[in-house]
Nanobody, 129 residues
């Protein structure tokens, strides 16, 4: 079993920055995993934000955040990060960390919500205008 715990959310003004963290634990090295960030605004579906291969570090970002958000990981700490810069009010959402234990070969496929086996509880990000 894998546990994911997000942290780092909060209230920030438009144009500001936040860094989200996701601490991963469980009886696995995560070496074959892809880790992802998703977000869900009130009344909307959960949307893909970014994904990264645990080994190799290949990344894939949604067009809506490309150039502003950066996904990364620290293998030794088993921690996933999402650096969010130039935040906009439309970035307001609950942000979720997710883990895919049997990921696809193509990074673009990691944007599919159904690919992921484990989810964190989410952390709220609110961007004021």
């Amino acid at each position: 079993q894998v546990q994911l715990v997000e942290s780092g959310g909060g209230l920030v003004q438009a144009g500001g920055s936040l860094r989200l963290s996701c601490a991963a634990s469980g009886r696995t090295t995560f070496s074959s995993y892809v880790m992802g960030w998703f977000r869900q605004a009130p009344g909307k579906e959960r949307d893909f934000v970014a994904a990264i291969r645990w080994i190799g570090g290949n990344t894939y970002h949604a067009d809506s955040v490309k150039g502003r958000f950066t996904i990364s990981r620290d293998n030794a700490k088993k921690t996933l990060y999402l650096q969010m810069n130039s935040l906009k009010p439309e970035d307001t959402a609950v942000y979720y960390c997710a883990a895919d234990r049997d990921p696809p070969y193509t990074m673009a496929t990691t944007r599919n919500l159904g690919e992921y086996d484990y989810w964190g509880q989410g952390t709220q990000v609110t961007v004021s205008s």
